[in-house]
């Protein structure tokens, strides 16, 4: 069984998409923690609600970046994780931190990277005139959101959309996306090799998914 550490900072409904696959498709992995940096994170009361071992660890606690990733190096550590899942995890991490996982820390961003790194992807798609939007699973590199790429998928920009309309439908993709694009990683059948993907052939990688259609 190879181990997750799932972070989060807010709803958490990554991580509810992760556990019920993981679950329910029988996956060789457990969920040996969820950590938050946001004590009142929904996510982690949803993690508590699904019977996994759940961590606060408020970055406000700790007098800089370099003490708040070393003692959530520590925890992790403590939960013998194997993979560390990024689920809506709003704190950037700091070298150190990303090296020490290197090659196997995941993280979902809600747009199709290298388009829109950063925040408010939503609203940066929609003030470009984009006419398609989408998630990004990648490995997490030094440089926010441009880590190799594992898998992606597109939606539709519909007329009239707004940043919320747009959101939700990139959501209802990104929980398709992450438990199946993890999975793969778990699996082996998608990895870093020399700071490139090496992935099976035939995996779809990319998708287009059109939820009017559906
Ligand atoms: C998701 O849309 C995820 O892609 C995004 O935060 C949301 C978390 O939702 N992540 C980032 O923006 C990271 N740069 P959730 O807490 O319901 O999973």
Redesign the pocket.
């Known amino acids: 069984m190879q181990r997750l550490v799932i972070l989060?900072?807010?709803?958490?409904?990554?991580?509810?998409?992760i556990a019920r696959a993981c679950r329910d498709e029988a996956w060789p992995a457990t969920i040996a923690a969820v950590i938050s940096n946001r004590p009142d994170?929904?996510?982690l009361a949803l993690a508590r609600e699904l019977g996994l071992p759940a961590v606060a660890l408020d970055h406000r606690a700790h007098p800089d970046r370099a003490a708040f990733d070393t003692a959530l190096a520590d925890a992790i550590d403590a939960a013998g994780a194997d993979w560390v899942v990024?689920?809506?995890?709003?704190r950037i991490l700091g070298e150190p931190f990303v090296q020490r996982y290197a090659g196997r820390m995941l993280?979902?961003?809600?747009s199709l990277l290298p388009a829109f790194?950063?925040?408010h992807?939503h609203r940066r798609a929609l003030d470009a005139g984009c006419t398609l939007a989408g998630?990004t699973v990648h490995f997490v590199t030094p440089t926010?959101?441009h880590g190799p790429i594992v898998a992606q998928v597109a939606v539709p920009v519909r007329p009239g959309d707004d940043e919320a309309s747009l959101?939700a439908r990139?959501?209802v993709a990104?929980h398709r996306l992450?438990p199946q694009a993890l999975r793969w990683c778990l699996e082996g059948r998608v990895r870093l090799r020399d700071g490139g993907i090496v992935a099976e052939p035939g995996l779809e990688r990319g998708r287009f998914v059109d939820p009017a259609a559906g």
């Open positions: 989060v900072s807010g709803r958490g409904s990554n991580l509810g998409a994170a929904a996510g990024l689920a809506g995890f709003m993280n979902i961003h809600p790194p950063g925040l992807t998630a926010l959101d959101a990139v959501l990104e992450y």
